[in-house]
T-cell receptor, first 110, second 113 residues
Framework: DAKTTQPPSMDCAEGRAANLPCNHSTISGNEYVYWYRQIHSQGPQYIIHGLKNNETNEMASLIITEDRKSSTLILPHATLRDTAVYYCIVRGSNTGKLIFGQGTTLQVKP | AAGVIQSPRHLIKEKRETATLKCYPIPRHDTVYWYQQGPGQDPQFLISFYEKMQSDKGSIPDRFSAQQFSDYHSELNMSSLELGDSALYFC????????????FGPGTRLTVT
């Protein structure tokens, strides 16, 4: 599975959009980009995933660059409850395991 | 909606003892994953099962074993416990494998003294 690189921490003002970047320059053609988050020692929570196209669901949007070497998770209106560690994970289509990297600690401030 | 159930939620054991962690997946989910998260660390994949067969294996110590039963619940057995085994153990379930979304349980906090 491709290695990902994320900034260790970010701050965001409550109500503003949070943009979390992820680099995955060695991603292969059949590998998906997944985002999970973990709120203080709770079980990780799935957010969104994508292959090539941009994706949006009720939680977030995922923007993947055309060369697929990087992506950005967007939380459109961050709340205090979005404070968590956000993991960008690249996973192939033939395996179910998730390989968690360092992740980005997002702190949403009032 | 029903979620993944893990028991016990907290467990305290002494070195060299044995521990058994249980995981009850979401109804109709046939795949179970186990992850270990040490203090201040990121979750690490241990092992997974699909339809009661081991489907993938990570960095699981030989002292650990796991299985998935006919009702799809899973148990992680840990023997000769060491201080370094103190961690949060998460179970996740999904429908099929590989599945887009894994649903994680609340975890079992194991403390080895």
């Amino acid at each position: 599975d491709a290695k990902t690189t994320q900034p260790p921490s970010m701050d965001c003002a409550e109500g503003r959009a949070a943009n979390l970047p992820c680099n995955h320059s060695t991603i292969s053609g059949n590998e998906y980009v997944y985002w999970y988050r973990q709120i203080h020692s709770q079980g990780p929570q799935y957010i969104i995933h994508g292959l090539k196209n941009n994706e949006t669901n009720e939680m977030a949007s995922l923007i993947i660059t055309e060369d697929r070497k990087s992506s950005t998770l967007i939380l459109p209106h961050a709340t205090l409850r979005d404070t968590a560690v956000y993991y960008c994970i690249v996973r192939g289509s033939n395996t179910g395991k998730l390989i968690f990297g360092q992740g980005t600690t997002l702190q949403v401030k009032p | 909606a029903a979620g993944v159930i893990q028991s016990p939620r907290h467990l305290i054991k002494e070195k060299r003892e044995t521990a058994t962690l249980k995981c009850y997946p979401i109804p109709r989910h046939d795949t179970v994953y186990w992850y270990q998260q040490g203090p201040g660390q990121d979750p690490q994949f241990l092992i997974s099962f699909y339809e009661k067969m081991q489907s993938d294996k990570g960095s699981i110590p030989d002292r650990f074993s796991a299985q998935q039963f006919s009702d799809y619940h899973s148990e992680l057995n840990m023997s000769s416990l060491e201080l370094g085994d103190s961690a949060l153990y998460f179970c996740a379930s999904s429908s099929g494998t590989p599945a887009y979304e894994q649903y994680f349980g609340p975890g079992t906090r194991l403390t080895v003294t």
